[in-house]
Structures are given as C-alpha cells and as structure tokens.
C-alpha cells in the first residue's frame, strides 16, 4: 500500500534559550554563578503525517509536543530541521498558510473576549478572500451549523458559551479558511467526559465529511485510541515509539510506552495494582544523557547512560527508540 505524505517533520529541533535581566547579568559581571540556560523542548524529531490519516502525538506534560505543534503550524521557528507541507515549507510568516490550521486547548484564551463570535469565526475568511464581507453572515452561520451550534450565537460574545460550546467555537474558526490538516494541541482536555465523546465524535464526522487530516495532540492513550489511526510517543523531546494504534496498543515495544498503557484504566482488570512510573520526568533544562528515560526505565542498563538510542523501524511501521532491540541489549 502506497501512502501520500501532506505533512513531513524533518530532523526538528526547538531551544528556547533564557535570557538574563540586568541583575543577573550584573550578577555574573561580580563573579556569580549565573548564565544563561538552554530549554531543549524537541530534539532531532522526525516522522510524516499522510493525506486523510489521523495521528495522534502522545506524552507526558513538557515532553515537547506543544511546542512541536506550534512548529508545525509555523507559530515558531525550528532550530534545527524543517517541517514541510505537501513538498514546501512551512514558514513562520504574517500570512500563514490557510490550509494549517490549530485548535488550542483553551478556547477562551485563543478568542477575543470583546470580539463577537461571528466576527472572530469570519476574520481569516475574509481577510483571506474566501468570502466577501457582505457575505460573511450567511457564512459563519453555515460554519456554526456544521459544527452543532444555533447560528444564533454570531451575536454572542465568548464568555456566553460554556467549554464545550467554546471549543465548536474555536473548530468552526479553523474550518472557515477551509483548511485540510488541523493540529488540535489537547483540544478536549479541559472538557467533561460527555462533552469529551461530543467532540471527539464531530472531529471524527468533520473528518468523513471534509477529507480532513489530523495531527491529535494529547496526554491520553484513552482518548486517542479511539481517534486516531496511527500514535507517536514523545519523551522529553524525542519520539521512542511510533505505529498503527491497534498494533501499538496490544503489543508496545518501548518501555516507556509499556508504563504509559499500564496506567490506563480498564474495566477488565478490577483490581489492578497501580504502580505509577518511577520518578519524575528530567528538567528540559538538564536532559539525561544517553536515552533520556534510563533514570525512569526499569531495564535500564549501562549503556542507556551514555549512548542515545535510534530509532529505528523495528517491524513494519513500527518504529522504536531502545537499546533493548539492538542485539548489543543495554548491557
């Protein structure tokens, strides 16, 4: 089977260096340990998103898929590497591309609070040259429709909506300059489990419908199985696993994959003892050496310390990032 890439994350790397202030810098004239230091949020991440194919990008909290989101979407720029989208690169420009598009986990904060909604939902549209003004109204109407809301609520403002209408809001949004590949950084995080499914069901219709391709940022292996087609994990910027979701679910290979699923709650094991993962994740600021998650690993050996595993495909469209499959072992 053949497979058309619409997004190819090459060789990417993000570092947010902290600037000093005056007093610090001040400080460090008068002989005190202070410097600068370097936040290492994605390290050398590669993969490809193809066309119609929903993947959902998995980790703990500041392992860096956020930011990587945001790279994605040319909201910042790369470091190191690229990220291209149908062959060209995505720039971090004033006139992004219309067809990429993010959803972001707070609704509320991405709206203009003194906005209505019907001109927060019009605004790239129109400035774009896919509807005239005159014919906005009739627009946004059909937008909000598509997505389970009245078209009443144009007139509204956003602190009228609950989270759950918010977050329809903030799809409708993306959809108006009629995109084809949506990242949506936790975009039901902050929603009850009903409206959860809600949402989750109008991605999954909005993806029927529309020929859309996802790019599903998420901490939850719940939420993401039943979404996506294909799972990439991410550890503290670097990615250790990937495959097809049935595959990856039944059989992980990586460790740190294997903990994240055994904390899944499942109405099958009633009386599961809950073992959490050992530790907690390293400072961005001070990475481990070697493979990043040997502090936490419990097969850990000594060569997880010192020597950065690759990853590499394992099985086809499997692919892992673990000394455990060299046939050196960890030893």
Not at 101 to 121: C, E, H, K, T, Y
């Amino acid at each position: 089977m053949s497979f058309q890439s619409a997004l190819e994350i090459r060789n990417v790397s993000k570092r947010f260096v902290t600037r000093l202030d005056a007093f610090e810098k001040l400080g460090a004239r008068l002989g005190a340990s202070i410097r600068e230091q370097t936040v290492h949020a994605v390290d050398r991440v590669s993969f490809e998103v193809h066309r119609g194919e929903v993947v959902g990008l998995v980790g703990e909290s500041g392992c860096g898929k956020s930011t990587l989101g945001r790279l994605v979407c040319g909201l910042q720029e790369p470091t190191e590497g690229g990220v291209f989208l149908d062959g060209r690169p995505v720039q971090v420009s004033a006139s992004r591309r219309p067809e990429l598009q993010m959803i972001f986990q707070d609704p509320f904060a991405s709206l203009n609070p003194r906005m209505r909604v019907g001109d927060a939902v019009a605004e790239a549209a129109v400035a774009h040259g896919l509807v005239p003004r005159s014919g906005a109204a009739d627009y946004v109407a059909g937008l909000l429709e598509q997505v389970g809301l009245d078209p009443v609520c144009a007139t509204r403002f956003p602190h009228q909506f609950s989270g759950g209408q918010r977050a329809r809001i903030g799809i409708a949004r993306a959809l108006a300059v009629k995109p084809g590949f949506l990242v949506c950084d936790e975009a039901v995080a902050a929603l009850d489990v009903s409206i959860q499914a809600q949402v989750l069901n109008l991605f999954m219709d909005l993806r029927e419908s529309l020929g859309l391709t996802y790019l599903f940022i998420s901490h939850d292996l719940g939420v993401v199985r039943h979404l996506a087609d294909r799972v990439v994990i991410m550890y503290l910027g670097r990615v250790v696993e990937s495959g097809e979701v049935e595959e990856l679910y039944s059989r992980p290979s990586h460790p740190y994959t294997q903990a994240l699923l055994a904390e899944i709650p499942r109405l099958d094991r009633r009386r599961l003892d809950y073992t959490p993962i050992s530790g907690e994740i390293p400072s961005p600021l001070r990475p481990p050496g070697g493979c990043h998650f040997h502090p936490r690993c419990p097969h850990a050996g000594p060569r997880c310390a010192v020597e950065q595993p690759l990853l590499r495909e394992i099985a086809p469209r499997r692919w892992s990032a673990c000394h455990l499959h060299d046939s050196q072992g960890v030893a």
